[in-house]
């Protein structure tokens, strides 16, 4: 999609301060960190969110990003979390999947993203 900011990021036409990225997906360190460590998991291709038939391969590539992602920031060794928001009510703001990943602190265990 010409006018989505996360296309962008991943195509390199918009600088981002990136942590991983293999053939299917980007890793970059969120703009307004809710965590020490809060890093978005991107897939290159633009896909709206997670319902949006999402091929096993790319969400493979998700989680081994994931995995890079926690072993690279040493959230690996003390936990972090995964978050998909989807739709309004998810209270997704950019339309292009991407999971994030928090860490770095302790998480309240019941609220949401990066309470
Ligand atoms: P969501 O509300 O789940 O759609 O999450 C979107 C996330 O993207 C927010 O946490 C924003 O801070 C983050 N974000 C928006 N624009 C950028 C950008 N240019 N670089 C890095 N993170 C961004």
Redesign the pocket.
């Given at each position: 999609m010409s006018d989505c900011?996360f296309c962008k990021?991943a195509n390199h036409e918009i600088p981002?301060d990136y942590v991983y990225e293999d053939d299917l997906v980007v890793a970059?360190k969120?703009?307004?960190p809710l965590s020490p460590v809060h890093v978005?998991v991107v897939p290159k291709k633009h896909y709206d969110n997670i319902t949006d038939n999402v091929p096993a391969e790319t969400l493979a590539a998700i989680a081994h990003a994931i995995e890079v992602v926690a072993q690279k920031t040493g959230i690996d060794k003390t936990g972090f979390r995964c978050i998909t928001?989807t739709g309004d009510d998810g209270?997704?703001?950019?339309h292009h999947l991407?999971v994030?990943v928090l860490g770095g602190r302790k998480l309240n265990p019941t609220a949401g993203e990066g309470e």
């Amino acid at each position: 999609m010409s006018d989505c900011i996360f296309c962008k990021i991943a195509n390199h036409e918009i600088p981002s301060d990136y942590v991983y990225e293999d053939d299917l997906v980007v890793a970059f360190k969120d703009l307004n960190p809710l965590s020490p460590v809060h890093v978005l998991v991107v897939p290159k291709k633009h896909y709206d969110n997670i319902t949006d038939n999402v091929p096993a391969e790319t969400l493979a590539a998700i989680a081994h990003a994931i995995e890079v992602v926690a072993q690279k920031t040493g959230i690996d060794k003390t936990g972090f979390r995964c978050i998909t928001n989807t739709g309004d009510d998810g209270g997704q703001s950019v339309h292009h999947l991407h999971v994030h990943v928090l860490g770095g602190r302790k998480l309240n265990p019941t609220a949401g993203e990066g309470e």
